[in-house]
């Protein structure tokens, strides 16, 4: 009686899971889906050789897909307040594509710098990663600090003294 179940297993049951295996390995994948984020691989900003105040910490924006999908590209300037602990106390946007502009202010707002108080420029690139890289410019460099190394007091443009 027991050779007659294990018979009727081996009959059954191979077939069954020979048929499982079949199914299971034709069976249509889904489509992985595209992320709706593009991290920058590109430096984070673009700096003239003038510098500014040091940059503590600098995360990458954030590619908006809207612009992404767009195939929009460009830099963004922007005149940033640092206060006096370091942090970005005021975003004014100068000039930039307007799909990217709201991502390079909230990545610019997440910066921090050395202690003191300045207001400067910052340039934030944004660059698809299939596109072609846009010729160096002599006088500029990428490095991890702000745009410019002039500081505004009450307007007016002096040199790289904290207030």
Do not use: C
Request: aromatic content about 6%.
């Amino acid at each position: 009686m027991l050779r007659r179940a294990a018979r009727a297993l081996i009959a059954v049951g191979l077939p069954l899971l020979y048929a499982a295996a079949v199914f299971w390995a034709t069976a249509p994948r889904p489509k992985p889906q595209r992320p709706d984020r593009v991290y920058v691989r590109t430096p984070p900003f673009t700096v003239t050789a003038k510098a500014g105040p040091a940059v503590l910490h600098a995360p990458d924006p954030i590619y908006p897909a809207q612009a992404r999908r767009a195939r929009v590209q460009g830099t963004v300037r922007l005149e940033i307040h640092i206060a006096s602990d370091g942090r970005v106390a005021r975003v004014a946007v100068v000039s930039g594509p307007p799909l990217l502009v709201p991502a390079a202010v909230a990545a610019v707002r997440k910066w921090q710098f050395e202690p003191g108080e300045a207001t400067t420029e910052v340039l934030v690139p944004f660059h698809l990663p299939d596109a072609a890289e846009p010729e160096p410019n002599s006088n500029t460099k990428t490095n991890p600090t702000p745009a410019t190394g002039k500081l505004r007091r009450g307007g007016a443009e002096t040199s790289r003294r904290k207030e």
